[in-house]
């Protein structure tokens, strides 16, 4: 720290941008990292127009990197935007793009030229990722001709394996022990296939599913239903009481319109995504490939692990291969940038 500023790189990671540090650049006791962290992103604040978060919670989002001898740990953090609340309760599969280009940039991994292998820890969920990061002159590049649903232009792509999804967050691939159940009244498959989500079937809400994030964040009886949802599916998937927490998300899903295997609106969980978590389209995938869930009858049989999860602004393609019932496979191509490296200054603490 030098005159009250804390070294930080701002990046764009998949489709979300968030404030990357340095675990030692940060106060070890998780509640003053919190509190500080709450003041650097200046929540909370509808704008946070006190600080570089950007009043949305794709863009209110932090990732903390810890140097470990066989690459990095990363540490995600959801910084709530509108209340004095940071989660840990969840893992980004979009901050993690970030992780891999963050971890040479910082000396943490040694560049390896071409093509450079980073493990990450992920110590959220304590899943293991590898990203595959291209570096040119021991330089991570960042320019190239990857393109992202959601995300303007194209760059180099970030290829990132993940090891043991299944289970995440929940200890099962299904975490009520069915394929499908009846929450609420409402017929829905309860899923972790790196993030936990709630699978809903447009058609139980009684909307087409081709809404928009803004008509869908307009609908409140569709938002309170949404919500109530949330909170008893909660405790049936082995996440407690998730009141507070940024967990599980709810993805209703309807048939395609545009070659992919489903179409989905996330709301993760109280605004609506404008396209979608990778591990949450991960999830929805493994949904889609697993027989008798709620998925059944409305997502197409993909021809291959390769899916085209479809979103508000696009497709988010994920490999995932299901074999008797459990996930063997799951990868992504994302792509990742930096936008800006310093010190930041938070706001004085009250
Ligand atoms: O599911 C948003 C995002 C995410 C999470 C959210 C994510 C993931 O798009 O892996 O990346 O669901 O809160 O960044």
Sequence with gaps: MTDGGIRCMLMRGGTSKGAYFLADDLPQDPSERDELLLRIMGSPDIRQIDGIGGAHPLTSKVGVISGNDNGVGYLFLQVVVDEARVSSQQNCGNILAGVGPFAIERGLVPATEGLTTVPIRMLNTGGVATAQVQVNNGAVIYDGDTSIDGVPGTSAPVVIDFDDTAGS????????????????????????????????????????????????????????????????????????????????????????????????????????????????????????????TVADGIARASEGPRMAIEHPTGALEVEVEVNGGNVTRTAVVRTARKLFDGTVYPRPAL
């Design 169 to 292: 967050s929940c200890g099962e691939l299904l975490p009520t022990g069915h394929a499908a159940d009846v929450i609420e009244n409402l017929s829905v498959t309860c899923i972790d296939n790196g993030m936990p989500v709630v699978v809903i079937p447009a058609a139980e809400l009684g909307i087409s599913g081709a809404e928009s994030p803004e008509q869908l964040e307009g609908l409140d009886g569709v938002r309170r239903q949404l919500e109530n949802l949330r909170l008893a599916a909660g405790p049936a998937m082995g996440l407690g009481d998730v009141t507070d927490a940024t967990v599980p998300k709810l993805t209703i899903i309807s048939e395609p319109g545009a070659g992919g295997v489903v179409r989905t609106r996330t709301f993760i969980p109280h605004r609506c995504h404008t396209s979608i978590g990778v591990l949450g389209a991960a999830s929805v995938a493994a949904a889609a490939a697993l027989p008798g």
